[in-house]
């Protein structure tokens, strides 16, 4: 299954957080060389790490659907494997800055290597959804836990003058990945089942590693003052205080993302892969297509969020939600039986890509003001802070449209149109604090 939007986000994050370095002072960064040898080393490994993890969070996610035809039993599932991801984000921050980047990358390699060929060795053996349950988990634990360490490492293996050019490449290969992965995972599972994909999944994460043995990132020892959860405590708590005390409105902001990411999110992350095979019936490669437009919406919605920031008010961003969620109600709509199921599939394909497209666009101008109002010393906290509450809405969301997709299987639509018209009504409460953000200094 496609990762969620929060991984999304976090890509044009890491992208928009060095915009204006390019042609610093006068530099022109064409001059400069930036794929250097352990650079190139490090963009190498993450093709194949990033393109093993694509397709192998497409089938196990999609084989345990399709073992148990269960959309309650997907909801929890998916549920339960997001929640490590958004702990180990932060603890994976903690532990790139005190450890050597490169050894922590080789050995979650090796880890997840290995983890996999368990699983392998253990599907039949052991109960599916058990096994299924603690396989995501650390897999999506160990992802969390392993960006921190990429992303930390361009600045020290190239120049500062086209350190945007860097994070550029690596986001690029990242979100392509996210393109590509469903897309070819889903013709792989159509064609051979899962096993080739745990195979050729292993190879990937065993190559990578290996390469990454031999990149030298520079490394300095950091004693590490207090205990890795007493680390995150105490960013959380000045991230609160800072908030609470200097930018209110930032609350709000949270309170109102957090509640559409409980109620549309999830309902797409949950809602694609039950419509189109559940529903619809569609093949698994008519999935990956699914899935995959939403990677490539998010680049698209990347390449214009560029374009239209300077000329898009804050005060506006209420607009893209209230587009995603006119597009989850097209969505429903293309669920009722009067609708063709091929031209439900596409109804569901296109506006998974307008819905990644325009909340990617959404994502840059709302981190945008908040980095431009938040002192660069809290800067990281904040962000870590604000994308771990966003990312905890979602696994209840979940597990909900899990049970409710299985609930009202006889009218799947309901369960889309409900989720649409709710956020179409957060997005008009939106509107205010919205306005109030773009106001307040």
């Known amino acids: 299954m496609k990762n969620d939007l929060l991984y999304m986000e976090q890509i044009i994050l890491n992208t928009i957080q060095t915009?204006?370095?390019?042609?610093?002072?006068?530099?022109?960064?064409?001059?400069?060389?930036?794929?250097?040898?352990?650079?190139?080393?490090?963009?190498?490994?993450?093709?194949?790490?990033?393109?093993?993890?694509?397709?192998?969070?497409?089938?196990?996610?999609?084989?345990l659907l399709r073992e148990t035809n269960s959309s309650s039993l997907f909801g929890a599932v998916t549920a339960c494997s997001f929640i490590p991801m958004v702990i180990f984000s932060f603890l994976g921050g903690v532990i790139a800055d005190r450890i050597n980047k490169?050894?922590?990358?080789?050995?979650?390699?090796?880890?997840?290597?290995?983890?996999?060929?368990?699983?392998?060795?253990?599907?039949?053996?052991?109960?599916?959804?058990?096994?299924?349950?603690?396989?995501?988990?650390?897999?999506?634990?160990?992802?969390?836990?392993?960006?921190?360490?990429?992303?930390?490492s361009i600045p020290l293996l190239v120049e500062y003058e086209v350190l945007a050019k860097g994070n550029a490449t690596?986001?690029?290969?990242?979100?392509?990945?996210?393109?590509?992965?469903?897309?070819?995972?889903?013709?792989?599972?159509?064609?051979?089942g899962l096993t080739p994909i745990l195979f050729l999944s292993i190879i990937c994460f065993i190559i990578s590693a290996v390469m990454e043995i031999f990149i030298h990132i520079p490394h300095q020892k950091r004693k590490m003052e207090t205990g890795v959860f007493?680390?995150?405590?105490?960013d959380l708590k000045d991230s609160f205080h800072f908030?609470?005390?200097?930018?209110?409105?930032?609350?709000?902001?949270?309170?109102?993302?957090?509640?559409?990411?409980?109620?549309?999110?999830?309902a797409m992350i949950v809602g694609i892969p039950v419509m189109v095979v559940q529903?619809?019936?569609?093949?698994?490669?008519?999935l990956g297509i699914a899935q995959g437009a939403l990677g490539l919406g998010g680049l698209v919605g990347g390449m214009l969020a560029g374009l239209i920031a300077e000329k898009f008010?804050?005060?506006?961003?209420?607009?893209?939600?209230?587009?995603?969620?006119?597009?989850?109600?097209?969505?429903g709509v293309s669920l009722m039986s009067f609708v063709p199921k091929i031209i439900g599939f596409w109804a569901i394909t296109a506006m998974s890509f307008v819905t990644m497209c325009v909340s990617t666009m959404f994502t840059v101008s709302i981190?945008?003001?908040?980095q431009q109002r938040t002192p660069v010393h809290l800067l990281d906290k904040i962000m870590a802070t604000i994308i771990a509450i966003l990312g905890c809405s979602q696994p209840i969301g979940q597990a909900l449209y899990g049970v409710l997709f299985e609930i009202l299987y006889a009218m799947p639509w309901t369960v889309m149109v409900g989720a649409a018209i709710v956020a179409f009504v957060i997005s008009m409460l939106s509107k205010g604090i919205f306005y109030h953000l773009e106001k307040e200094e």
């Open 19 to 63: 915009d204006g370095w390019f042609n610093k002072g006068g530099y022109d960064m064409r001059t400069t060389k930036i794929f250097k040898r352990d650079f190139t080393m490090v963009v190498i490994g993450q093709i194949i790490s990033l393109f093993g993890n694509a397709i192998l969070r497409f089938a196990l996610p999609l084989y």
């Open 102 to 152: 490169r050894n922590i990358m080789v050995i979650l390699d090796f880890i997840t290597a290995t983890i996999i060929s368990i699983f392998y060795i253990s599907l039949g053996e052991l109960p599916l959804v058990p096994l299924m349950v603690v396989v995501l988990m650390l897999l999506y634990g160990i992802s969390g836990a392993y960006q921190p360490s990429v992303q930390a």
């Open 170 to 192: 690596v986001n690029m290969v990242s979100t392509l990945s996210n393109l590509l992965g469903p897309v070819i995972g889903g013709v792989m599972f159509g064609y051979f």
């Open 230 to 234: 007493a680390t995150v405590r105490n």
């Open 243 to 266: 908030v609470k005390n200097e930018r209110p409105i930032f609350l709000s902001v949270v309170g109102i993302l957090a509640l559409f990411n409980l109620v549309l999110s999830a």
């Open 279 to 286: 529903v619809l019936g569609m093949s698994d490669t008519d």
């Open 313 to 331: 008010s804050v005060r506006h961003n209420y607009i893209f939600l209230l587009i995603c969620s006119i597009a989850a109600f097209i969505m």
């Open 367 to 370: 981190f945008t003001v908040v």
